[in-house]
Each structure stands twice: as C-alpha cells, then as structure tokens.
C-alpha cells in the first residue's frame, strides 16, 4: 500500500514563497517518477512539476523559473519549492507518483492560497 502524505500548503502574500513536502511511504526508487499537480477551483488538474528515477526534471511552462521540484531518498520525501508565488497559483496541490505509464497513486491534497 502506497501512502503520500503533503503538508506545507498556506497562505502567503503573492511575491511570497512556500515550500510543499510529501511523504512516501515505501522507497522512492520504486516510482519510474513522482509530481506535483495542482487543481484549481473550475478548473482541471495540471502537472507542475515532475521528477523521474534518474532525476530528470520537467515543469509546466507557467512555473518554470519559479518552482524546483527536489527529492530526499533517504528521508522518502519530495518537495516542491514555489517563489515568487502569483494568485493564479492558488490551487489544491497534490503530490504523486508512477511505476509504470502514469501516475497511479495520489495524496489527499494540500491547500496554496496566494492573496494579491
């Protein structure tokens, strides 16, 4: 059973920065890759940021510059740091991950609040 866990959502001030961790239960390497996707009110889910087993990084366009996603092994934890937040990055974030095509397993979510 796989088990992700975020935590490190809020408010902050837009210009502001948070950074999002999430908790793996199990080994990280198992995943052929992790992310981070954010939901916003009305809209669909979107990727933000992933990472794969060899550590290559990809980012959506609209954050690029500004969000780096980063893993720990040793700890089983993945993180996003986000600066320079912008209200339109307010969002439910959720922390995900994939072994074979796709991502499989999703945590419950953690709330980002950007006020203008």
């Known amino acids: 059973q796989v088990q992700l866990v975020e935590s490190g959502g809020g408010l902050v001030q837009a210009g502001g920065s948070l950074r999002l961790s999430c908790q793996v239960s199990?080994?990280?390497?198992?995943?052929?890759?992790m992310g981070w996707f954010r939901q916003a009110p009305g809209k669909e889910r979107e990727l933000v940021a992933r990472?794969?087993?060899?550590?290559?990084?990809n980012y959506a366009e609209s954050v690029r510059g500004r969000f780096a996603i980063s893993r720990d092994i040793v700890k089983k934890m993945v993180y996003l740091e986000m600066n320079n937040l912008k209200p339109e990055d307010t969002a439910v974030f959720y922390c995900?991950?994939?072994?074979?095509?796709?991502?499989?397993?999703w945590g419950q979510g953690t709330q980002v609040t950007v006020s203008s």
């Open positions: 995900a991950a994939g072994e074979n095509s796709g991502f499989s397993w």
């Open positions: 199990g080994s990280i390497v198992r995943f052929n890759e």
């Open positions: 990472i794969t087993r060899n550590g290559s990084k």
